[in-house]
């Protein structure tokens, strides 16, 4: 193919083959281990639940439901603002205050409610909404 080089009995192509060849040991190598660890794990995943077949899907509980006339209610029971602090749960750091609003509500009643929270000590709160409304 081509002359050696000066100094060297190897051809261009044979040193390339040579150090090609640990590559292709690495490469093997890594292949290997990769079936290896396929084998390892003969567990099959958990069945997932079928959207579809789910009739009544379970409804997440809100602490405070907010309605679109703007009353606020708690488990079932009509609460005015100055109540609204007493008829909540007690606020802890593990566990958020989760509201359900309906989502005619504006924002500006959404910020006096949340200020009425934050002055009463709810540093979390989720707020819960419908999917596809």
Not at 26 to 55: C, H, K, N, R, Y
Not at 70 to 82: C, L, P, R, T
Not at 85 to 110: E, H, Q, W, Y
């Amino acid at each position: 193919m081509s002359d050696p080089i000066a100094g060297s009995e190897k051809t261009l192509l044979s040193r390339v083959e040579d150090n090609l060849l640990p590559l292709i040991n690495l490469v093997f190598l890594l292949l290997m281990f990769f079936i290896a660890v396929g084998q390892l794990s003969s567990t099959s995943l958990p069945e997932l639940p079928d959207s579809q077949s789910q009739q009544t899907p379970e409804q997440p509980q809100a602490d405070l439901v907010v309605k679109s006339s703007g009353d606020w209610f708690v488990d079932g029971q009509s609460i005015d603002e100055a109540q609204l602090l007493d008829f909540l749960p007690v606020p802890n750091d593990k566990t958020p205050l989760r509201i359900g609003a309906n989502r005619s509500m504006t924002m500006a009643a959404m910020e006096k409610l949340f200020q009425r929270l934050e002055s009463g000590g709810y540093k979390d709160i989720v707020l819960l909404v419908q999917p596809g409304s």
